[in-house]
């Protein structure tokens, strides 16, 4: 089947998300829809998945123009989307979940389950999905609960499937099985729509690429193109992926966390037996998917939770006890993974923003009293020391860009003599200027000598900005390798395989991915 | 995902990426707070208009129109404006500028009227508006009043003390009153996590049955009568008359200014105020800047009881001189409409208590010169509330823009 959007502009008040875009996605073929965040690439799925109405332009299947009122009838005309966050119930299973909102019925109102299991069975046996029809959602790992949606969405005939950063959730191996997985449904005939903002697999599946810019079409590129051709026309000018640092020169070791667990509220180990040493002007990076007890353990190091065992200390002190604000005092910068609940107060201006955790320290107050011309000039140095682009500090901070709260969260926590900096995904949903920009400022922390854990759950950061690298995997560490450990050893350390396992595995040639294969071409 | 969030507001500068606009996620509250000041003003119109019409309904002379309404309708409209507006200049001669009255001083005492009428008002909307700002509903205002008074109105006439210092102790006991019982409540929430909600809603009850049983003990009321009221406060423990009779208005109104300019100072320009907001806003960053969140939420409620008590203590000991049983009257929940008309607000608190003891002192007035109830003020008040509460509402109305930045989510 083929697609085609043809002048497609959508526009939320004056705000215009897509500004006429063309897109041909011929039958059988993998088209990435590659931009920033905010880029527009979400909104012109959904206006083609019949979410949005566009207020330009037209859809064509097969060459006749169609027009979609809801998702309904995009399904019914054969496209299928996987959402970024999946619609899946977490009781139900897979079966059922294939059935919701479809519920094929026997004799009137008794829903027919056999033929939603016999559906799962068929497709799951056809494309090597292995998915239990009977297992049940919550059971299933990430990577087997998006090939549940693709199956739901095969199982009401889609010919072309759209598939929203389908590789944000997986580790390196599920996204190869993922890779694999399309492919297949490709020479079944099914036409995708890959969207993602990531260089690596655009270029390992790709076969047309679509680039948007501020909703625009700013070029076709060929699998072909190198990285930074491909990063250059996305963000608009030349970007440097890699950010140039010197070795470090670590010094002793001042940060140390030893046999660290943490329990969360369900009474689960979050965080089992941790044991870290960061040494002084060295960047730790701790990497791991997501929801692997990372976060939990920058919070425990902050005291936002209280660890059940272990000690963590700073310059010799132990922190246990300690509040929040007591460690902070002691020097400790946090930038917090989840900025708009935990590192900004939205309502709050920019300049407010800039003494959050400052607010009632010497030069900002003196005893009880805000000294609110000090916190204005103090905020102008800083918007121009961190290149804040904002029209003024007394403005909300929800009226800048995901790129400059980060700055002046940066701005905030780099902005004092640090003994100790952690920071959490410091860069999620920034664009690839912003992204160059803090991992500099934050190598430039480390090069002042301040010891740094960084977490990341991208492995493109990871290796960028860390001078070691601890793996998480279900609340343990399972290893601290050097900062030029192939990635394909990280990747299986990141499933839970030993460092020596992960090590031989790679070395056999057993485990190589396709993505690392693509890192081969000359970048 | 972010794509979806851009809102029909103006580029940013540097819109590298749209997931810009992170609006606050909504509550109740924080949509209540946000509400533009013209929402408040429309909502007064409303309420106004919507009180009309009742005035006019409950008219006998108007319903006696609509008995020949088709015949000769335009004696139903006439009658309708006679009735209306005499109910509402009767209102404002009440509550502002009496021209009919025979004297100057009569003439401008109803104004001296609203303004006694207004300054528990001011003092537990204050208390209440803070809690609002912290993100806590203060439903406890009336206890608070109560053991205000309780504490104030005590002081007031067992201990002997010299003129003036008497009252400014007074002044402080029902301070401390309030702090207590508002205090209570804080540190349940902050110890157990406890609904503050309805923690103050079983303080009430009990602050209620407090001032019942004190008022039966002779050793407490000391008025040697057996009803169920006390002794008078001492002269010395009174609030001093700022103007002389037969004016009423006393030194609580000068203590009702002072409270409004400490609150915004509070708020706006301390260090504790600024964590208050920051917790208000969003307690997960406040708690990750290393904000104690229970802590805020102690300090809050006793500060916030305290000013209830205040209103408490200009009760017993300005306007009513003795404690009674009915001595908060209904001022804890009065209060909570004036911090919501306020926005919450230190001088929007303060006006909006003018406006309601302005309500409060001409309503007396209407009720006996036009025989309109009384009542037809408790509904407006109630209408101006409604609406405060539900912005969406009054922009539909009058077809306001929706608020920049919480649009298309």
Redesign the interface.
């Known amino acids: 089947m083929k697609l085609e959007l043809r002048g497609i502009t959508k526009r939320?008040?004056?705000?215009t998300?897509n500004d006429s875009i063309d897109l041909v996605v011929e039958p059988g073929e993998i088209h990435a829809l590659l931009g920033?965040?905010?880029?527009?690439?979400?909104?012109l799925m959904?206006t083609l998945y019949g979410l949005y109405a566009p207020e330009e332009g037209e859809i064509l299947i097969d060459d006749r123009p169609v027009a979609f009122s809801g998702p309904g009838d995009a399904v019914s005309a054969g496209i299928g989307m996987v959402h970024?966050?999946f619609m899946l119930v977490p009781v139900f299973t897979v079966a059922e979940s294939v059935a919701l909102g479809y519920e094929p019925t026997k004799s009137g109102a008794l829903l027919d389950l056999g033929e939603a299991r016999r559906k799962v069975t068929e497709i799951s046996a056809r494309f090597g999905f292995h998915i239990d029809p009977d297992a049940v959602i919550e059971d299933l790992p990430v990577g087997a609960q998006q090939r549940v949606e693709i199956i739901k969405a095969l199982s009401r005939d889609a010919k072309i499937l759209i598939l929203d950063e389908p590789t944000a959730v997986l580790t390196p191996q599920e996204t190869d099985e993922l890779i694999e997985i399309m492919r297949q449904l490709k020479a079944g005939g099914t036409s995708i729509v890959f969207i993602t903002h990531k260089l690596r697999e655009v270029r390992a599946i790709a076969d047309g690429i679509t680039v948007i810019r501020?909703g625009k079409v700013v070029g076709e590129a060929s699998p072909e193109s190198s990285e930074s051709e491909l990063a250059g026309l996305m963000v608009g000018r030349d970007v440097h992926l890699t950010t140039d640092k010197t070795d470090a020169d670590p010094g002793e070791a001042t940060f140390s966390v030893r046999g660290l667990t943490v329990v969360d509220k369900s009474e689960s180990v979050v965080v089992s037996d941790v044991s870290l040493d960061v040494r002084r002007g060295e960047i730790l990076a701790i990497a791991g998917v997501d929801g692997n007890g990372q976060s939990e353990l920058a919070e425990a190091i902050?005291g936002?939770v209280e660890p059940r065992s272990g000690t963590i200390s700073l310059d010799g002190d132990d922190l246990a006890g300690l509040?929040?604000?007591?460690?902070?005092r002691k020097g400790i910068g946090?930038v917090?993974e989840d900025?708009?609940?935990?590192?900004?107060?939205?309502?709050?201006t920019i300049s407010?923003n800039m003494?959050?955790?400052l607010?009632?320290q010497p030069p900002y107050?003196k005893g009880?009293?805000?000294q609110?011309a000090v916190v204005r000039s103090e905020a102008e140095e800083k918007v121009s020391e961190f290149d804040i682009?904002?029209?003024s500090i007394d403005d909300p901070i929800?009226?800048?860009?995901?790129?400059?709260?980060q700055k002046v969260v940066l701005s905030r926590e780099l902005g004092r003599p640090l003994r100790l900096l952690v920071a959490s995904q410091p860069t999620r949903?920034?664009?690839v200027?912003?992204i160059e920009f803090v991992h500099k400022r934050i190598i430039a922390e480390r090069d002042s000598g301040t010891p740094c854990v960084i977490v990341s759950t991208e492995l493109d950061e990871v290796f960028n900005i860390a001078d070691r690298i601890a793996v998480m995997y279900r609340g343990r560490i399972v290893g601290v390798v050097p900062a030029d450990t192939p990635r394909d050893v990280l990747g299986l350390m990141m499933a839970g395989v030993p460092e020596d396992e992960a090590l031989a595995r790679v070395e056999d040639g057993s485990a190589a991915t396709e993505i690392s294969a693509a890192e081969e071409d000359p970048a | 995902m972010t794509e979806k969030t851009a809102t029909g507001q103006p580029v940013p500068a540097a819109p590298e990426d749209a997931a810009a606009p992170e609006a606050p996620r909504p509550t109740v509250l924080r949509d209540i707070l946000s509400g533009s000041w013209m929402v408040s003003v429309l909502s007064i119109f409303v309420g106004l208009l919507v009180g009309a019409v009742l005035v006019a309904a409950a008219d006998t002379s108007v319903q006696a129109t609509l008995g020949y309404f088709f015949s000769r309708p335009a004696d139903f409209f006439v009658s309708v404006w006679r009735t209306v507006s005499e109910a509402y200049l009767a209102l404002f001669r009440g509550a502002v500028f009496d021209w009919e009255a025979q004297s100057f001083v009569r003439a401008v005492r109803p104004f001296t009227e609203s303004l006694v009428a207004s300054v528990p008002l001011i003092l537990a909307g204050l208390g209440i508006a803070l809690g609002f700002r912290s993100g806590l509903f203060n439903i406890g205002g009336q206890g608070q009043v109560i053991l205000g008074a309780i504490f104030a109105g005590f002081i007031g006439y067992w201990l002997t003390l010299p003129l003036g210092l008497h009252m400014l102790v007074a002044i402080a006991a029902g301070i401390v009153g309030g702090a207590i019982w508002g205090g209570i409540a804080g540190a349940l929430k902050a110890r157990t996590g406890a609904n503050e909600v309805i923690v103050t809603i079983m303080l009430n009850s009990i602050a209620g049955y407090l001032i019942a049983y004190l008022l039966k003990q002779e050793w407490f009321r000391q008025s040697g009568s057996a009803n169920p009221q006390s002794r008078a406060v001492d002269e010395s423990a009174a609030l001093f008359p700022l103007l002389p009779d037969p004016f009423r208005l006393n030194a609580g109104f000068l203590v009702a200014v002072v409270a409004t300019v400490f609150v915004w100072w509070l708020l706006e320009r301390s260090t504790l105020g600024f964590e208050f907001r920051a917790v208000g806003e969003n307690p997960d960053a406040a708690r990750t800047a290393g904000i104690s969140v229970g802590r805020v939420t102690f300090v809050v409620m006793m500060i916030a009881g305290a000013l209830a008590g205040l209103a408490g203590a200009a009760q017993v000991l300005g306007t009513e001189q003795k404690l009674t049983m009915g001595i908060g009257g209904s001022l804890g929940f009065d209060a909570i409409t004036v911090a919501l008309l306020g926005r919450s607000r230190p001088v929007g608190t303060f006006l909006a208590g003018l406006l309601f003891g302005a309500f409060k002192a001409g309503g007396y007035t209407m009720q006996a010169q036009t025989g309109t109830p009384i009542d037809i003020i408790l509904v407006v008040q109630s209408v101006i509330v409604l609406l405060i509460a539900a912005p969406p509402l009054v922009r539909g109305i009058f077809r306001l823009p929706a608020p920049v930045g919480k649009g298309a989510r």
């Open positions: 939320f008040g004056s705000f998300a920033e965040n905010g880029a527009g690439k979400s909104t959904n970024q966050h501020r902050v936002l509040s929040v604000k007591e460690r902070l946090f917090p900025r708009s609940t935990d590192g900004v107060i939205a309502s709050f407010e003494i959050l955790d607010y009632d107050a009880l009293s805000l609110p682009r904002l029209t929800s009226t800048l860009s995901g790129g400059n709260q949903g920034l664009d200027g912003s």
